[in-house]
């Protein structure tokens, strides 16, 4: 019998599809098994309408068979079948697809059914695993069955054949194994029982094999090896039933089964977009602890996506942000515009509709958990918290309206953690900033000398303990109108215009005096002055400019930091201590023991702020001189 040539392809076209277009060789078998569901799609449709189709939808079935002496692997089903024309229309034009025909044939939109396979080039994929394929094919109501077989890009033959009832067997003789690959993978049982369960699980029709198992004999203690028809798939997505049927422990089931974790997530979020852009169902989980590697280069976000129940990319980051890549879960959608290998989305408009309402979706749910159950959302801001400020801070505060009120941080009002709308919403009329202090940890923060006199004015400081805190504020800038104040700038906030004008006088007066100690720091301070606002506490530092003094602890922590940056820091000293009238003493008396009060004075300010000595050993000895 003569071979035809593929009509449209040549030899390089095709091995640039098998080897090029499909990542990974496992794919084949999704796509033979999904072709296989179209046709039994296509018949059940026309069973809709025509009484001579007598199938009924129980009677539909995909199976798959093994044969490893031969390194034979078939995958057959009892759908539409294909005539000899069809065979030579489908599968003798590489890229032609009979699915997409068929979907735009329907007029009957209220019939309408999914088609998975709309692309044409999956069956091809066979080729990739196989130096031989054959399908035998028997159209539904025709008496002749035909046979197409081919081994490659050289060409098909297609010839009569016998076959007993309508459908379609394909049969793949396995490659022999090589270094780089074991093709003999694909004959074993467990192999196939895995890449059904991860790639074809929702097929809506059962996928059959015979199994192997051990069975101990009757009346004796010998055991014998027996073959059971096995169902693979478990043909109904659990996204797709009715919510109202599907349990909290079925959700957590599917979670922790799905995604390997060992804990249930602590927050399931469902939705369903229809009538949209595009119509998608979505189920995500957010998990009740991070994976160990959450916070590496090498955690991969992303979520799974399926068209019609197949999975298609196990990990799609474009569906999901990075301040929301915590969340796990899934996104089936039949409206999306696949690519020919149906591993890639196109860059189309309906991938980027049901990102982005996806994000405004989680960023609901989240702050609908924050709202209705605040004792394991506080739980779940301790886990991801961070990223959320990180969400805030990145893209130059691009998400900061979506994100804001999700925040918490400690504060001076409880122990507990609060959100900036709560704050706000205590703020006495007086007050006009959101005032923050920024260290190392609560209890370092609660002994600072101005948040003792922030507190005792009545204001509230919110404790910002981790790196990315200030910065996020900052980018932030305000909210609801309040600016955001570091209480290590703007402690004076809290003196009357009277007493400002008392205090500038003062300093005024004592410029030559604070000019003197300036002189004695050298450049660890830009400034030496009074200030009205620090309570008990003899002196303290303060900010001045844009850097801050915990921000210079995270840059100065940072790779290629190697020379440091440097806060502005100013040495403010309390007017109404005593250790202010010793100092104006000292400067008239004995400027050596002011150097040394000096320098004393600001080594304490620094341990009170949470920084470090410039220089233990001198402040050692001048305490030990001064005692």
Same mark, same amino acid.
């Given at each position: 019998?003569?071979?035809?040539?593929?009509?449209?392809?040549?030899?390089?076209?095709?091995?640039?599809?098998?080897?090029?277009?499909?990542?990974?060789?496992?794919?084949?078998?999704?796509?033979?098994?999904?072709?296989?569901?179209?046709?039994?799609?296509?018949?059940?449709?026309?069973?809709?309408?025509?009484?001579?189709?007598?199938?009924?939808?129980?009677?539909?079935?995909?199976?798959?068979?093994?044969?490893?002496?031969?390194?034979?692997?078939?995958?057959?089903?009892?759908?539409?079948?294909?005539?000899?024309?069809?065979?030579?229309?489908?599968?003798?034009?590489?890229?032609?697809?009979?699915?997409?025909?068929? *979907?735009?044939?329907?007029?009957?939109?209220?019939?309408?059914?999914?088609?998975?396979?709309? /692309?044409?080039?999956?069956?091809?994929?066979?080729?990739?695993?196989?130096?031989?394929?054959?399908?035998?094919?028997?159209?539904?109501?025709?008496?002749?069955?035909?046979?197409?077989?081919?081994?490659?890009?050289?060409?098909?033959?297609?010839?009569?054949?016998?076959?007993?009832?309508?459908?379609?067997?394909?049969?793949?003789?396995?490659?022999?194994?090589?270094?780089?690959? $074991?093709?003999?993978? /694909?004959?074993?049982?467990?192999?196939?029982?895995?890449?059904?369960?991860?790639?074809?699980?929702?097929?809506?029709?059962?996928?059959?094999?015979?199994?192997?198992?051990?069975?101990?004999?009757?009346?004796?203690?010998?055991?014998?090896?027996?073959?059971?028809?096995?169902?693979?798939?478990?043909?109904?997505?659990?996204?797709?039933?009715?919510?109202?049927?599907?349990?909290?422990?079925?959700?957590?089931?599917?979670?922790?089964?799905?995604?390997?974790?060992?804990?249930?997530?602590?927050?399931?979020?469902?939705?369903?977009?229809?009538?949209?852009?595009?119509?998608?169902?979505?189920?995500?989980?957010?998990?009740?602890?991070?994976?160990?590697?959450?916070?590496?280069?090498?955690?991969?976000?992303?979520?799974?996506?399926?068209?019609?129940?197949?999975?298609?990319?196990?990990?799609?980051?474009?569906?999901?942000?990075?301040?929301?890549?915590?969340?796990?879960?899934?996104?089936?959608?039949?409206?999306?515009?696949?690519?020919?290998?149906?591993?890639?989305?196109?860059?189309?408009?309906? +991938?980027?509709?049901?990102? *982005?309402?996806?994000?405004?979706?989680?960023?609901?749910?989240?702050?609908?958990?924050?709202?209705?159950?605040?004792?394991?959302?506080?739980?779940?801001?301790?886990?991801?918290?961070?990223?959320?400020?990180?969400?805030?801070?990145?893209?130059?505060?691009?998400?900061?309206?979506?994100?804001?009120?999700?925040?918490?941080?400690?504060?001076?009002?409880?122990?507990?953690?609060?959100?900036?709308?709560?704050?706000?919403?205590?703020?006495?009329?007086?007050? $006009? $900033?959101?005032?923050?202090?920024?260290?190392?940890?609560?209890?370092?923060?609660?002994?600072?000398?101005?948040?003792?006199?922030? *507190?005792?004015?009545?204001?509230?400081? +919110?404790?910002?303990?981790?790196?990315?805190?200030?910065?996020?504020?900052?980018?932030?800038?305000?909210?609801?109108?309040?600016?955001?104040?570091?209480?290590?700038?703007?402690?004076?906030?809290?003196?009357?215009?009277?007493?400002? *004008?008392?205090?500038?006088?003062?300093?005024?007066?004592?410029?030559?005096?604070?000019?003197?100690?300036?002189?004695?720091?050298?450049?660890?301070?830009?400034?030496?002055?009074?200030?009205?606002?620090?309570?008990?506490?003899?002196?303290?530092?303060?900010?001045?400019?844009?850097?801050?003094?915990?921000?210079?602890?995270?840059?100065?922590?940072?790779?290629?930091?190697?020379?440091?940056?440097?806060?502005?820091?100013?040495?403010?000293?309390?007017?109404?201590?005593?250790?202010?009238?010793?100092?104006?003493? +000292?400067?008239?008396?004995?400027?050596?023991?002011?150097?040394?009060?000096?320098?004393?004075?600001?080594?304490?300010?620094?341990?009170?702020?949470?920084?470090?000595?410039?220089?233990?050993?001198?402040?050692?000895?001048?305490?030990?001189?001064?005692?």
């Amino acid at each position: 019998m003569a071979k035809k040539q593929f009509k449209t392809e040549s030899k390089r076209i095709l091995d640039l599809m098998v080897n090029s277009i499909y990542t990974h060789k496992e794919i084949f078998l999704r796509e033979l098994i999904s072709n296989s569901s179209d046709a039994i799609d296509k018949l059940y449709f026309r069973s809709l309408t025509d009484s001579s189709v007598t199938l009924t939808r129980d009677d539909y079935e995909i199976r798959i068979g093994l044969d490893k002496d031969n390194r034979i692997l078939t995958v057959s089903d009892n759908g539409c079948g294909m005539n000899a024309e069809e065979l030579e229309k489908n599968l003798g034009t590489i890229a032609r697809s009979g699915s997409l025909d068929f *979907k735009s044939s329907i007029e009957d939109k209220d019939n309408e059914i999914d088609i998975i396979g709309q /692309f044409g080039v999956g069956f091809y994929s066979a080729f990739m695993v196989s130096d031989r394929v054959s399908v035998v094919s028997k159209a539904y109501g025709d008496d002749t069955a035909n046979e197409w077989v081919s081994t490659g890009a050289d060409g098909y033959t297609v010839h009569p054949c016998e076959k007993e009832s309508a459908g379609t067997v394909v049969t793949l003789h396995i490659k022999e194994d090589t270094d780089d690959v $074991k093709y003999s993978e /694909f004959l074993d049982e467990w192999k196939i029982r895995e890449l059904v369960r991860k790639y074809s699980d929702y097929v809506r029709y059962p996928i059959k094999m015979l199994v192997s198992h051990s069975r101990k004999k009757e009346d004796s203690n010998e055991y014998e090896t027996v073959m059971e028809d096995e169902t693979l798939n478990s043909m109904i997505p659990i996204w797709k039933r009715d919510p109202s049927e599907v349990t909290d422990e079925e959700y957590a089931s599917f979670y922790t089964e799905k995604y390997y974790d060992f804990e249930k997530p602590i927050k399931v979020i469902r939705q369903k977009a229809e009538g949209t852009a595009a119509e998608y169902i979505a189920l995500l989980f957010v998990p009740s602890h991070a994976p160990y590697d959450y916070y590496s280069k090498e955690y991969e976000k992303g979520l799974q996506l399926y068209s019609s129940g197949v999975m298609i990319m196990d990990k799609c980051k474009d569906l999901i942000p990075d301040h929301f890549s915590f969340v796990r879960g899934l996104v089936d959608s039949s409206d999306l515009s696949l690519n020919i290998s149906r591993e890639m989305l196109q860059e189309d408009r309906q +991938l980027k509709v049901i990102a *982005k309402a996806l994000e405004k979706k989680i960023a609901n749910e989240l702050q609908k958990f924050l709202n209705e159950d605040r004792e394991n959302y506080e739980k779940f801001f301790k886990v991801f918290g961070t990223q959320l400020k990180y969400g805030v801070y990145s893209d130059y505060g691009i998400h900061k309206d979506l994100l804001q009120d999700l925040l918490m941080f400690s504060s001076s009002f409880e122990d507990n953690l609060t959100t900036l709308k709560e704050y706000v919403s205590r703020m006495p009329e007086s007050q $006009k $900033k959101i005032y923050y202090a920024s260290g190392e940890s609560v209890d370092q923060l609660k002994l600072l000398p101005q948040v003792e006199a922030m *507190k005792n004015h009545g204001y509230e400081v +919110l404790f910002l303990t981790e790196d990315i805190d200030e910065f996020a504020l900052q980018i932030m800038r305000n909210y609801q109108e309040k600016e955001f104040a570091n209480v290590s700038e703007n402690s004076d906030d809290l003196s009357s215009d009277e007493e400002k *004008k008392a205090l500038e006088e003062e300093n005024s007066k004592c410029a030559d005096l604070f000019q003197f100690m300036k002189d004695t720091l050298s450049d660890a301070v830009t400034q030496v002055r009074f200030t009205n606002n620090l309570g008990s506490h003899a002196a303290s530092l303060a900010n001045e400019g844009p850097l801050s003094m915990g921000m210079e602890k995270v840059l100065n922590r940072m790779p290629g930091m190697e020379e440091g940056v440097k806060a502005q820091l100013v040495l403010e000293i309390n007017k109404d201590h005593a250790v202010a009238d010793k100092l104006k003493e +000292l400067y008239g008396s004995d400027q050596v023991k002011l150097a040394d009060y000096t320098k004393l004075l600001y080594g304490s300010a620094r341990l009170v702020s949470g920084l470090s000595l410039d220089n233990p050993t001198e402040f050692n000895d001048l305490i030990s001189k001064l005692m």
